[in-house]
């Protein structure tokens, strides 16, 4: 046997048989924990619920102690409350401290891969109720309208001025010689 292919085996093989009685014996002993983790939770809630919020006793107890007993329970509640709503915004304060270090992370660390955008079609109405916030087409604005307006006279005389230079060969022609810059000089 050579030395390179001993490194490579395992020294000892389990069964199958073996793997499985392993397998269940795991698992019987996560749900005995399991099972002692939530005894423990229970045992600890019902002393924390003992240690604030004693037994009552309403037996013998006229309407005016009966009314101070719950104005003191409103009190107790109001407390209580406003703890809850304190740890709720400590909690919702570190998440968004959380958030903003993965991003700081991913940040620094370089491989932060922009998320590919998608292509959305807009209308020139839907754009500009998402400028201007208007719901109606009557408010909106005419984009034509500002538009440059061309009047047919003036396509007109600028045909005219195109027939009027012509070919260039025959100007070229024209005024070519003594005759030509002679004509140049008379105009």
Not at 15 to 39: D, G, M, N, V, W
Not at 135 to 159: G, T, Y
Request: proline share 2%.
């Amino acid at each position: 046997m050579c030395h390179i292919c001993c490194y490579f085996q395992p020294k000892c093989k389990i069964s199958a048989s073996r793997k499985l009685s392993l397998k269940i014996l795991l698992l019987a002993r996560a749900t005995e924990e399991l099972e002692a983790e939530k005894a423990a939770i229970e045992e600890d809630k019902v002393r924390h619920l003992g240690e604030k919020l004693p037994p009552l006793q309403l037996s013998g107890l006229t309407l005016e102690d009966l009314q101070a007993l719950c104005k003191q329970m409103h009190e107790k509640i109001d407390v209580v409350d406003e703890e809850r709503y304190d740890f709720e915004a400590k909690v919702f304060k570190n998440y968004r401290d959380i958030s903003e270090l993965k991003l700081k992370v991913q940040d620094l660390g370089g491989k932060f891969k922009k998320p590919a955008l998608r292509k959305v079609r807009v209308s020139a109405d839907e754009m500009m109720e998402a400028l201007f916030g208007s719901k109606n087409k009557a408010s909106s604005m005419d984009l034509r309208a500002n538009l440059k307006c061309v009047k047919k006279e003036d396509i007109k005389q600028e045909k005219e001025l195109n027939m009027e230079v012509g070919d260039w060969r025959k100007n070229v022609e024209a005024m070519s010689g003594m005759e030509g810059r002679k004509k140049m000089f008379d105009a």
